[in-house]
């Protein structure tokens, strides 16, 4: 069974758009771990963020926020003010158990000029 | 950031040949190292776990015989490719842990792996 559902295979926006990335995940333990990584056409994963099952608080991170909901099982992403460099592959992962990543398909961010 | 490299970045080989990938923490020593792969336009799936000095742990599907994992030292891990053939052909992607006290996973460069 899929643990992490990325629901948007592609985006593609225009300079300056804000763009949202959802993520869902499933689990049945009380701790665990979320992340997001960036993934530019070079292939090196990028860390973005981690988030244990504890800590609710959405973050804001330059142009980067998250928001991470319990009750709906959703880890979202937003880029704000969408740049051509933030054109890469984005995927979500889930750890449950000694750091096993479950990675959700990824989501193709396309930012035209 | 943590440093990981791989060896090499690219390689191509021939169908039946056996491949060596490499996988080094350089700045931290990681008692356990996981092995992804990452085939084209597609996500990660883990192959497999590795500890320090024993033996692999394989996800269900990943053949043992066929992707040989060493792990002999704290720095360094090292992926065979046994009698590859084309669909083996992928992006393979260590991950060094450096302790369970660790905020962030990381992450080699990757390998990009051609069988022809």
């Known amino acids: 069974a899929q643990k992490v559902t990325q629901a948007q295979t592609e985006i593609s926006v225009v300079e300056k758009e804000d763009v949202t990335l959802d993520c869902v995940y499933e689990?049945?333990?009380?701790?665990?771990?979320l992340f997001w990584y960036k993934q530019p056409p070079s292939g090196e994963l990028v860390f973005l963020i981690r988030r244990n099952s504890f800590d609710e608080q959405n973050e804001i991170s330059g142009r980067y926020s998250w928001n991470f909901q319990k009750s709906t099982s959703s880890f979202n992403f937003t880029i704000t003010a969408s740049q051509v460099v933030d054109s890469a592959v984005y995927f979500c992962a889930l750890s449950e158990a000694y750091y096993k990543l479950s990675f959700g398909a990824g989501t193709t961010v396309t930012v035209r000029a | 950031g943590a440093v990981v490299s791989q060896h090499p970045s690219r390689v191509i080989c021939k169908s039946g040949t056996s491949v060596k990938i490499e996988c080094r923490s350089l700045?931290?020593?990681?008692?356990?190292m996981f092995w992804y792969r990452q085939f084209p336009k597609q996500s990660l799936m883990l192959m497999a776990t590795?500890?320090?000095?024993?033996?692999?742990?394989?996800e269900q599907g990943v053949e043992k015989d066929k992707f040989l994992i060493n792990h002999a030292s704290l720095t360094l891990s090292t992926l065979t490719v046994t009698s590859a053939h084309p669909e083996d052909s992928s992006f393979y992607i260590c991950?060094?842990?450096?302790?369970?006290?660790?905020?962030?996973?990381?992450f080699g460069p990757g390998t990009r792996l051609t069988v022809t």
């Open positions: 991950s060094p842990l450096p302790g369970l006290s660790s905020y962030e996973q990381y």
């Open positions: 689990t049945r333990d009380t701790t665990y771990y």
């Open positions: 700045d931290f020593q990681a008692t356990t």
């Open positions: 590795s500890n320090e000095g024993s033996k692999a742990t394989y």
